[in-house]
């Protein structure tokens, strides 16, 4: 059976280096909605970036996105979902795409302190390195807090691994 790994985690905790390392450790095919959407649009972004304007754009990749990966599936891979998942709904929603297609969902929280977060964000708008996709304002990390809910309850109970890069180490749950 396939697996769709779920990389979720407040902005900057480092999903993207965690999804990187899973696909390439997995063999497993990667999609960054962030890379889609701005390699896609971000030559019509606006600026300052509106949240209407991203989240819409994020739904169109998302389901382009997720028809490939019913293919990518199909043909027997292992697809890493690198979207952010801050919430439970979406979550919940991409385990049902996941059980349709015959896939096993596999969990990945990946979480740092908010301080370390802020700085990750700065550096990474400063630097525009490899896992650079947009430019994060400090309102937009402000307001990213507030849209992040942490997996709890029965979302534990499947296949889940926590990240904490800050110690470049993983913990299995359970």
Avoid at 65 to 92: K, N, Y
Avoid at 130 to 142: H, K, N, Q, S, W
């Amino acid at each position: 059976m396939r697996t769709v790994h779920i990389i979720c985690g407040p902005l900057g905790a480092g999903k993207t280096t965690v999804a990187r390392r899973l696909a390439q450790t997995q063999g497993a095919l990667r999609f960054s909605l962030d890379e889609w959407v701005m390699q896609l649009f971000g030559t019509e972004a606006p600026h300052p970036m509106v949240f209407e304007w991203w989240v819409e754009r994020c739904s169109r990749c998302s389901k382009r996105i997720w028809s490939v990966c019913r293919d990518v599936l199909g043909q027997g891979f292992d697809v890493v979902l690198d979207f952010g998942f801050p919430g439970l709904a979406h979550r919940e929603e991409y385990r049902a795409l996941a059980a349709e297609a015959g896939a096993t969902v596999h969990l990945h929280i990946v979480d740092a302190d908010v301080a370390l977060r802020r700085q990750r964000v700065r550096e990474r708008n400063r630097d525009q390195r490899e896992t650079f996709a947009l430019l994060v304002t400090d309102g937009m990390f402000e307001g990213s807090e507030s849209w992040w809910e942490p997996p709890s309850g029965i979302e534990l109970g499947g296949a889940v691994t926590f990240h904490t890069i800050e110690t470049a180490q993983s913990q299995p749950a359970g």
